[in-house]
């Protein structure tokens, strides 16, 4: 989305479709860590973001990735222990072309909801 001046009045200037493939809760050990996650749990998202639109985007996860459940507000889930396995999903997609890979992120608890700037996906991730 491009704003105004002020970073207002947003305005839709391409579409990305989403396609949730998996979530598999990891240990640190299973993601080549020392590092305990600072929410309480990692999870490994597998998604496939593909370009539908007429122009090119840009995604970056990292810092705009959030997660939340019945009883926590919406936290910041990104980390830097990797994008997990496959291409990197943070690039410019150009018209037409897609990526499927994986991003690590540190939530909560299992189950809740992640969701990407804002509501601009939303994934509800399984409680086991």
Same mark, same amino acid.
Do not use: C, H
């Given at each position: $989305?491009? =704003?105004? +001046?002020?970073? %207002?009045?947003? =305005?839709? =200037?391409?579409? $990305?479709?989403?396609?949730? &493939?998996? /979530? %598999?809760? !990891?240990? /640190?050990?299973?993601?080549? =860590?020392?590092? +305990?996650? +600072?929410?309480?749990?990692?999870?490994?998202?597998?998604?496939?973001?593909?370009? !539908?639109?007429? &122009?090119?985007?840009?995604?970056? $996860?990292?810092?705009?990735?959030?997660? %939340?459940?019945?009883?926590?507000?919406?936290q910041d889930a990104t980390t830097l222990e990797g994008v997990g396995e496959g291409p990197e999903l943070d690039t410019t997609y150009k018209p037409g072309q897609s990526v499927t890979g994986s991003l690590v992120l540190d939530v909560g608890a299992k189950g809740g909801i992640v969701s990407y700037d804002g509501d601009t996906f939303r994934v509800e991730l399984p409680t086991s």
């Open positions: $989305m491009d =704003t105004d +001046e002020y970073g %207002e009045n947003p =305005t839709v =200037t391409t579409k $990305m479709q989403v396609t949730f &493939k998996s /979530a %598999e809760y !990891v240990t /640190a050990a299973d993601i080549d =860590t020392t590092n +305990e996650p +600072e929410l309480g749990q990692y999870v490994r998202l597998t998604l496939t973001l593909k370009n !539908v639109g007429s &122009k090119p985007a840009d995604v970056s $996860m990292y810092g705009a990735t959030t997660w %939340e459940d019945g009883s926590t507000a919406a």
